[in-house]
């Protein structure tokens, strides 16, 4: 173990013998008392000693060994300590190649904050990169995901849309001007390329001797690509965020896939409900809600789905990339193994004063979806990507 503290908590004395690790309430930690050779100690805390040379440092403080022992213990149930060499073999395959890491350092510095055991931060780093992620939708909404997502480090981002590119799809996160008039599934495939850190995670390939694959290639079994972590719904049409049609998602339903939809729809974004099937309210139990609020609701809705769509959809471009961007972040909480805010709820923001509220979208009695006989967050649980359990 070579043990640091993490680096990405700013450091500060709140008195003689109190030291704070981190600025914002969310993360911030205090530690005491400490006393002048203790904090000398702390200094040494910098990834570069093993702990016999930091014993060994620590007797010439006049600490002892118990006294050191008790303090690692402390910075490590407090959630300071990182060790990046003990993140294990996804996170080696990524330490090795330094073009990458370069590129995800902050990434790992942000996870480190938030995974509180050491290696948490790079560990969750590696995890990502047997993740497979589609997205479904490349308009300024949908295309910016993707590229936030594969930027990420997702190993495994695919761009489901058809037709061909137009000039108001374009977007800074998003499509290239250079992208209108091709395909749009294909300009996104560039994209995704572009905004990845490397190349893909290699597949993993069946051993005849029965050896486990090298975590360069856990992305998949026998060559097939991995299950997909989470399904992400941003059509270019935002009504079919706003009110989407439940018989899409039958099948993710029925296989248990997570899905998110996320959109802008005349100068409203929506983000949510984060659906995992069985534990949390889906688009069928949000439209039998609905119709039992607002009876003429399902009449107006088959106006709306049916209607021809004559103008360019009001999507303005600084709504459009923040409703891309919160919908990244809770996508990524998610596949790191959380339940973001989004999970069975819905967040809405409106020009002109972009108030973000959220409503919960409770499982319905009526809905074939069977969450409603579930126990809310608590099943959800069961729905996260499948990887190791960690202290959160």
């Known amino acids: ?66 006294h050191v022992e008790v303090l690692l213990g402390r910075l490590a149930d407090a959630g300071l300590l990182d060790d990046p060499r003990s993140a294990g073999p996804e996170a080696d395959v990524l330490r090795r190649r330094a073009e990458v890491m370069d590129r995800q350092r902050p990434d790992v510095a942000s996870l480190s904050v938030v995974r509180p055991e050491p290696g948490g931060g790079l560990r969750r780093m590696g995890a990502r990169r047997a993740m497979r992620v589609q ?10 995901i993707a590229s936030v997502l594969s930027g990420a480090g997702v190993g495994q981002v695919e761009v489901l849309d058809g037709g061909r590119a137009e000039p108001w799809d374009v977007a800074p996160g998003g499509l290239p001007p250079a992208s209108v008039g091709e395909r749009r599934d ?11 850190p490397g190349p893909a995670p290699r597949r993993a390939r069946t051993k005849g001797t029965g050896g486990e694959p090298s975590g360069a290639d856990l992305a998949g079994s026998a060559g097939q690509p991995p299950g997909l972590s989470l399904i992400i719904v941003a059509p270019r049409d935002g ?10 998602a039958g099948p993710w339903i029925a296989s248990g896939t997570p899905h998110l939809y996320a959109g802008v729809i005349e100068a409203t974004g929506v983000v949510g409900p984060l659906v995992l099937p069985g534990g ?20 107006m809705l088959a106006q709306w789905r049916s209607g021809r769509r004559g103008a360019v959809p009001a999507c303005d471009l600084g709504l459009a990339t923040a409703v891309a961007g919160l919908a990244a972040a809770h996508a990524l909480a998610f596949l790191d193994g959380d339940l973001p805010a989004c999970t069975g709820a819905r967040w809405e923001a409106a020009l002109p004063l972009l108030d973000w509220r959220s409503e919960q979208i409770g499982p319905h009695a009526d809905c074939s979806c069977g969450a409603a006989g579930g126990t809310g967050r608590e099943r959800a649980s069961g729905a996260l990507p499948a990887q190791d359990t960690m202290a959160g």
């Open 1 to 66: 173990m070579y043990p640091m503290l993490k680096p990405a908590l700013r450091r500060a004395w709140r008195g003689r013998n109190t030291v704070q690790f981190g600025v914002t309430p969310a993360h911030a930690v205090t530690l005491g008392p400490v006393d002048l050779a203790t904090g000398s100690f702390l200094e040494l805390l910098d990834g570069t000693r093993g702990l016999p040379l930091l014993h060994e440092q620590a007797r010439a403080l006049d600490l002892s060994e118990h």
């Open 135 to 144: 997205v479904r939708g490349a308009g300024r909404v949908g295309a910016s």
């Open 186 to 196: 294909v300009a996104a495939r560039r994209l995704v390329r572009r905004s990845a």
């Open 239 to 248: 009504l079919a965020v706003y009110a989407p049609v439940a018989d899409t």
């Open 280 to 299: 949390t309210g889906c688009a069928g139990c949000l439209e039998l809600h609905r119709a039992d609020r607002d009876p003429q609701w399902p009449r």
